[in-house]
């Protein structure tokens, strides 16, 4: 079983260097752009499902990539609660305690009126178990927080969250082989 994960392409967020797990953004011009552009990576593929974030972002790329699929909320971008809209200059000085926990335990924080990492690694890994029964190639169109949040759950270990950087509208691949799950390609031009 194949999953090919794409990351939606620039949003108004992303520019203004806030965290905007859940406000609803739209692309920039240029995320528009780049995202017809890489309609051409995923032109010639055949998959057995399509699965979309129900965000505006992730719903934009999808249809500039010429593709349809089912909203699946596990999908979803992490919810930041108080810290959504705010960059990390803004957190320290608002809400210094609570950047302070976060900091110390950033897999298992719950940000307040948020979630914590942890629940964004169990509800991705719960997505590709049930998935990895079902297909045999899909396509995930979603965010950077759950795209590493899939490559995590390979090792089964959510505290390498930062050891991976997704780039936009690039393919990262997971392959689950007979119960054996291995990366096969990040921030790829080509699915394999």
Do not use: Q, W
């Given at each position: 079983m194949d999953i090919v994960f794409i990351r939606h392409g620039e949003a108004e967020g992303n520019t203004?260097?806030?965290?905007?797990?859940?406000?609803?953004?739209?692309?920039?011009?240029?995320?528009?752009?780049?995202?017809?552009?890489?309609?051409?990576?995923?032109?010639?593929?055949?998959?057995?499902?399509?699965?979309?974030?129900?965000?505006?972002?992730?719903?934009?790329?999808?249809?500039?990539?010429?593709?349809?699929?089912?909203?699946?909320?596990?999908?979803?971008?992490?919810?930041?609660?108080?810290?959504?809209?705010?960059?990390?200059?803004?957190?320290?000085?608002?809400?210094?305690?609570?950047?302070?926990e976060w900091e110390r335990d950033f897999v298992n924080y719950k940000i307040p009126k948020g979630e914590s990492l942890k629940e964004v690694f169990e509800r991705t890994k719960e997505f590709i178990e049930e998935k990895s029964q079902e297909k045999d190639k899909i396509l995930v169109v979603t965010h950077d927080g759950v795209i590493r949040c899939a490559l995590t759950s390979i090792f089964n270990a959510p505290e390498q969250f930062f050891k991976f950087k997704i780039d936009y509208l690039k393919l990262t691949q997971i392959t689950i082989d007979e119960g054996y799950s291995y990366i096969k390609a990040i921030n790829s031009v080509e699915i394999y």
């Open positions: 203004r260097g806030v965290y905007h797990g859940r406000l609803d953004l739209s692309l920039t011009l240029e995320g528009k752009k780049a995202a017809l552009k890489a309609a051409e990576l995923i032109k010639t593929a055949d998959f057995d499902g399509i699965y979309i974030s129900p965000l505006k972002r992730t719903r934009e790329t999808a249809k500039f990539l010429g593709v349809k699929g089912e909203i699946d909320e596990r999908l979803l971008e992490r919810n930041f609660g108080v810290f959504e809209n705010l960059s990390y200059r803004e957190i320290l000085k608002n809400y210094p305690k609570e950047a302070e």
